[in-house]
């Protein structure tokens, strides 16, 4: 009876280990959404510096 139940443990463990599919799992690749910036910023910026800059000369 001990070895009954011995070996029903071992069939139960072994049976969980090997449970699953063989098949290769399936990933799909995250989407990444890449937003274009423009570059007519920047006139914007260098003319504010330009009129800060001309703000002591002024005076």
Request: no cysteine.
């Amino acid at each position: 009876m001990k070895s009954i139940m011995t070996l029903a443990a071992f069939v139960a463990f072994t049976t969980t280990a090997t449970a699953g599919s063989l098949a290769d799992p399936i990933i799909e690749a995250p989407l990444i959404v890449h937003e274009a910036s423009s570059s007519s910023s920047g006139t914007v910026t260098v003319a504010l510096l330009a009129l800060l800059l001309m703000i002591p000369v002024l005076d």
